[in-house]
């Protein structure tokens, strides 16, 4: 059984920086990809960052420059490093993991605020 377990999700002033984690069990080989969605209140869920097992890497515009995406590959673990956060951050973000299927995490809050 494939799971996803995030972390880091918290209460961050803007400007300031955030890391999340999500660990994906029961995937031991063939990821292909891994990555964040978003979803604030009111609105639809959004690519934020992904990373293919190659490294190639793929943001959303809004994020550029700010966020970083990183993976190890050999603990099934996608990381997203916020940088100078804003207020339009604020949103739960999900995990995903593409292998054979993709799978989701539960969701961590990240909440932007002074």
């Known amino acids: 059984q494939v799971q996803l377990v995030e972390s880091g999700g918290d209460l961050v002033q803007p400007g300031g920086s955030l890391r999340l984690s999500c660990a994906a069990s029961?995937?031991?080989?063939?990821?292909?990809?891994m990555g964040w969605y978003r979803q604030a209140p009111g609105k639809e869920r959004e690519l934020v960052a992904r990373?293919?097992?190659?490294?190639?890497?793929n943001y959303a515009d809004s994020v550029k420059g700010r966020f970083t995406v990183s993976m190890d590959y050999a603990k099934s673990t996608v990381y997203l490093q916020m940088s100078r956060v804003k207020l339009e951050d604020t949103a739960v973000y999900y995990c995903?993991?593409?292998?054979?299927?993709?799978?989701w995490g539960q969701g961590t809050q990240v909440t932007v605020s002074s």
């Open positions: 990373i293919t097992s190659s490294g190639s890497t």
């Open positions: 029961g995937i031991s080989s063939g990821i292909v990809s």
């Open positions: 995903y993991v593409v292998a054979w299927n993709q799978y």
